[in-house]
């Protein structure tokens, strides 16, 4: 069985590139005027990510340098990688989310192109834990060396 089997939905790029992507998501968080509001956007993202099947939470899949639980899973080639994750955490969930919008569904080129700037231009270094962050930067590792290994 073919992973495409395994996994029914990604999410899909909504942006026609990684860099409209982030663009779209530093005007969305623009628009929340403090903190809060952004931790309850993040986490109404995480609630939209496709489900995870259960058969995949294994530690195979499983993503270590997080506090929380975070499994995922890659697919594709160098023209087209896509990403599917989950975490057991509402913010880190919403994270993933904002991460999967820019690079999943892209070339591999794309992806190792993309420098992460929506997290400094949403203000995001400066409100997560060091916890937070170092799972952010193990998820956005991943990926990364997901799309060298696919050139």
């Known amino acids: 069985m073919t992973m495409s089997a395994q996994t029914s939905a990604t999410l899909l790029p909504t942006e026609a590139s990684a860099a409209e992507a982030q663009a779209a998501i530093i005007e969305e968080f623009g628009l929340f005027g403090d903190w809060s509001e952004r931790y309850q956007y993040l986490i109404d993202l995480g609630r939209q990510l496709p489900a995870f099947p259960e058969h995949l939470k294994t530690d195979q899949y499983r993503l270590h340098g ?86």
């Open 66 to 151: 997080c506090q929380s639980m975070v499994w995922i899973v890659a697919e594709g080639d160098a023209d087209r990688i896509d990403f599917r994750a989950v975490s057991d955490s509402a913010i880190v969930s919403g994270l993933i989310h904002l991460a999967l919008r820019v690079y999943s569904g892209r070339s591999a080129q794309e992806i190792l192109a993309t420098e992460p700037t929506f997290i400094a231009g949403i203000g995001l270094a400066k409100h997560l834990s060091p916890t937070r962050s170092n799972g952010l930067s193990a998820l956005l590792a991943y990926i990364r060396t997901r799309a060298a290994a696919a050139c």
